[in-house]
């Protein structure tokens, strides 16, 4: 039997209860006030001080009730991993959320390979370690070197693609020194991009960026094959 949703545009508290109850029997409008209060979710709220819950709050709430119910996690524990999920990590099945896999373009790149998903995604430094499967001192030396770089506290999921590439580099001996080349010819092809793009972004950004990414893997494949 298909779980009843919420109604768009928000649903009461009274709503979500019933959404919920098909699946968690023992849930009740006092527990989700408890839950609000601890802070594990926040429904946008009317003139009227009356609560309005989303689709995504809805979802919230069934995490955090599947995670009590199933795994016996502490509210604590939840509401970290809710923190995590909030910075794009996912949820894995009785264990904490880790970074997506962080997929590299098939072929040579196109504009919609540049979506934000990778650059929404903000990991800890320990995070982007795991996902990437480095070493902290390999992870020290591409910092040091400039090819990953923090934004703010956090990386996001492009640094997951080049630590995987310096990584694998590294199998053949290639250290992260040797690699600075491609930050500066990656640092021109962005300083020629914003100079085309001047004031305008988004769409316009993501075609010129495919196609510097097209044109460069063009001009390494023809030397090599020469």
């Known amino acids: 039997m298909a779980k009843p949703e919420p109604a768009v545009g928000g649903s009461s508290i009274g709503e979500v209860l019933q959404v919920l109850q098909a699946e968690f029997a023992d849930v009740t409008i006092s527990k989700i006030r408890f839950l609000e209060a ?50 794009g990590l996912r949820p894995t099945p009785g264990g904490r959320p880790t970074a997506p896999q962080a997929a590299e373009p098939a072929g040579l790149p196109v504009a919609e390979d540049f979506d934000a998903d990778r650059t929404e995604l903000k990991l800890t430094r320990e995070e982007l370690r795991a996902a990437a499967g480095i070493s902290v001192e390999l992870l020290d030396q591409l910092e040091s070197h400039q090819l990953v770089v923090a934004r703010g506290n956090h990386y996001d999921g492009d640094a997951i693609l080049v630590a995987k590439a310096a990584a694998e580099f590294a199998q053949y001996g290639v250290e992260p020194r040797h690699l600075r080349p491609f930050r500066t010819a990656a640092d021109r092809e962005v300083g020629l991009i914003e100079q085309v793009a001047g004031p305008r972004r988004g769409d316009l950004t993501q075609e010129l960026a495919a196609l510097a990414v097209r044109l460069h893997a063009a001009l390494v494949r023809s030397r090599l094959t020469r």
């Open 38 to 87: 601890e802070g594990l979710v926040t429904p946008a709220r009317t003139a009227s001080g009356y609560r309005k819950f989303s689709a995504a709050d809805v979802e919230r709430l069934r995490y955090v009730l599947t995670a009590q119910r199933d795994q016996y996690l502490p509210l604590k524990v939840i509401k970290e991993h809710l923190g995590a999920m909030d910075r």
